[in-house]
């Protein structure tokens, strides 16, 4: 677990910083905004029960990876919620939230699974989730991938370079018991090269084996029913649907016939956009369709469709490849020589923020506000694009000195206080 903090503190480990939390917080509004996609928050702690009927008893979550404590207040059995896709379903399912018509909704906040922990992967990690819920068509299965895509466009990454998308289908259930039966017959006949993890999962959940890491068992993982071979008319074309408004819009992407989804809910379409920048866990995205789940959990039947993404990890991989972001720096240092008076400091530095100008204030610390020196020093290290400079002689005269500290070359010029809202203004059009 770990704090997020401004850039200018030291770090041992490499984490993002807050600036690029910000960054991609803000590419984040922007682009679930022009897909229509509207914000909603939820607990961060649900009944356990939830997550056990949502995720499945048998998944690596429900099993061994879940916070759960009981309440000593009243006994309720309790988790911090692993994942999001369940607390939405339950939102949905409390407040009747579909009853006017299907929504597009999206969240982000922190997540907590007692994993082993890797690369970009911690204890509490925190997760944009994105969701389409009361659509069954494939035209909305593509639109969540392609949301995806928009994301990685606004930041900077590059489809296929950086990051590349893998789609399959998992059918519907009737088809995923037909393929589970061939799967259990398949490894029995070779239980000698499984696993222990594989063989606790072989009658429980044999649709994990096949999303293996283990080196020696690819062979064999390769060789098994494959699930595409079950699939019946109507989820073949759904598949089908899905890919050719991909290739119309000329999203390259992968069939990849062993990729399943660590949760129980899925069926139908899933995906993941994955990397090869971050090691051998290269997932940074991935969900898919998951039709049943709200009335597994007690509503009225309605399809959806969603995918997570876990925030350090694609940050992490942002700082490996360098994206550029936005400066963070401030417009103004205001550099103030000990003694002046604040009064017609502060009220100018007010107006310059009212004019829509982000404004730093230096400020005395334990020994007195400092040395003009300091001060300019301070203000040069801020990143400020200019200096704002209350000297005795300019209040006396009702002005301000205003220097250049990036463009412009050190280049100063005198302004009225009464004028500097006008000053700003034209320094906010030639941005």
Same mark, same amino acid.
């Given at each position: 677990?770990?704090?997020?903090?401004?850039?200018? %503190?030291?770090?041992?480990?490499?984490?993002?910083?807050? *600036?690029?939390?910000?960054?991609?917080?803000?590419?984040?509004?922007?682009?679930?905004?022009?897909?229509?996609?509207?914000?909603?928050?939820?607990?961060?702690?649900?009944?356990?029960?939830?997550?056990?009927?949502?995720?499945?008893?048998?998944?690596?979550? @429900?099993?061994?990876?879940?916070?759960?404590?009981?309440?000593?207040?009243?006994?309720?059995?309790?988790?911090?919620?692993?994942?999001?896709?369940?607390?939405? %379903? #339950?939102?949905?399912?409390?407040?009747? *939230?579909?009853?006017?018509?299907?929504?597009?909704?999206?969240?982000?906040?922190?997540?907590?699974?007692?994993?082993?922990?890797?690369?970009?992967?911690?204890?509490?990690?925190?997760?944009?989730?994105?969701?389409?819920?009361?659509?069954?068509?494939?035209?909305?299965?593509?639109?969540?991938?392609? @949301?995806?895509?928009?994301?990685?466009?606004?930041?900077?990454?590059?489809?296929?370079?950086?990051? #590349?998308?893998?789609?399959?289908?998992?059918?519907?259930?009737?088809?995923?018991?037909?393929?589970?039966?061939?799967? &259990?017959?398949?490894?029995?006949?070779?239980?000698?090269?499984?696993?222990?993890?594989?063989?606790?999962?072989?009658?429980?959940?044999?649709?994990?084996?096949?999303?293996?890491?283990?080196?020696?068992?690819?062979?064999? &993982?390769?060789?098994?029913?494959?699930?595409?071979?079950?699939?019946?008319?109507?989820?073949?074309?759904?598949?089908?649907?899905?890919?050719?408004?991909?290739?119309?819009?000329?999203?390259?992407?992968?069939?990849?016939?062993?990729?399943?989804?660590?949760?129980?809910?899925?069926?139908?379409?899933?995906?993941?956009?994955?990397?090869?920048?971050?090691?051998?866990?290269?997932?940074?995205?991935?969900?898919?369709?998951?039709?049943?789940?709200?009335?597994?959990?007690?509503?009225?039947?309605?399809?959806?469709?969603?995918?997570?993404?876990?925030?350090?990890?694609?940050?992490?991989?942002?700082?490996?490849?360098?994206?550029?972001?936005?400066?963070?720096?401030?417009?103004?240092? !205001? &550099?103030?020589?000990?003694?002046?008076?604040? *009064?017609?400091? &502060?009220?100018?530095?007010?107006?310059?923020?009212?004019?829509?100008?982000?404004?730093?204030?230096?400020?005395?610390?334990?020994?007195?506000?400092?040395?003009?020196?300091?001060?300019?020093?301070? *203000?040069?290290?801020?990143?400020?694009?200019? !200096?704002?400079?209350?000297?005795?002689?300019?209040?006396?005269?009702?002005? %301000?000195?205003?220097?250049?500290?990036?463009?412009?070359?050190?280049?100063?010029?005198?302004?009225?206080?009464?004028?500097?809202?006008?000053?700003?203004?034209?320094?906010?059009?030639?941005?």
């Amino acid at each position: 677990m770990n704090d997020i903090l401004p850039a200018s %503190v030291p770090r041992t480990e490499k984490l993002p910083t807050s *600036a690029r939390w910000q960054w991609f917080e803000a590419a984040v509004r922007k682009v679930l905004a022009s897909y229509g996609y509207q914000y909603l928050l939820t607990p961060i702690v649900e009944p356990t029960a939830l997550f056990v009927r949502g995720l499945g008893e048998v998944t690596d979550i @429900v099993e061994k990876e879940m916070y759960s404590f009981t309440d000593s207040m009243n006994g309720d059995k309790l988790t911090l919620r692993p994942e999001a896709t369940a607390g939405i %379903v #339950r939102a949905m399912v409390e407040h009747n *939230a579909l009853y006017n018509g299907p929504l597009r909704v999206w969240t982000q906040g922190p997540m907590f699974r007692h994993e082993r922990p890797q690369k970009g992967r911690y204890r509490q990690f925190n997760q944009l989730d994105v969701e389409a819920l009361g659509f069954a068509g494939p035209d909305v299965d593509a639109e969540i991938i392609l @949301v995806a895509r928009a994301l990685w466009r606004e930041l900077g990454l590059v489809e296929g370079e950086h990051v #590349r998308l893998e789609i399959n289908s998992l059918g519907q259930p009737a088809e995923r018991r037909e393929h589970r039966e061939a799967l &259990i017959r398949y490894f029995e006949q070779h239980q000698d090269q499984l696993d222990e993890e594989a063989r606790r999962r072989l009658h429980s959940n044999p649709l994990r084996i096949l999303d293996s890491k283990n080196p020696a068992m690819q062979t064999l &993982i390769e060789a098994a029913p494959k699930l595409m071979d079950f699939l019946g008319d109507a989820s073949r074309a759904h598949f089908d649907a899905v890919r050719a408004v991909l290739e119309a819009v000329g999203l390259e992407y992968r069939v990849n016939p062993r990729l399943v989804r660590g949760m129980d809910y899925y069926n139908l379409t899933v995906f993941e956009w994955v990397t090869d920048q971050l090691g051998s866990q290269g997932t940074v995205c991935g969900g898919g369709r998951y039709d049943g789940l709200i009335e597994q959990l007690g509503g009225k039947s309605a399809p959806a469709v969603g995918f997570g993404l876990g925030i350090e990890r694609l940050l992490l991989l942002a700082d490996e490849l360098d994206l550029p972001m936005p400066s963070a720096a401030a417009d103004v240092y !205001a &550099i103030v020589p000990p003694g002046t008076p604040l *009064a017609p400091v &502060i009220t100018t530095l007010e107006a310059l923020r009212t004019a829509g100008l982000n404004v730093v204030q230096h400020a005395g610390g334990a020994e007195g506000a400092g040395s003009m020196k300091s001060q300019f020093k301070k *203000a040069d290290a801020s990143g400020a694009r200019h !200096a704002l400079i209350f000297g005795e002689d300019e209040l006396a005269r009702g002005q %301000v000195t205003v220097k250049a500290l990036r463009d412009g070359g050190g280049a100063q010029a005198e302004h009225a206080l009464a004028d500097v809202a006008q000053w700003a203004a034209t320094l906010q059009s030639n941005a």
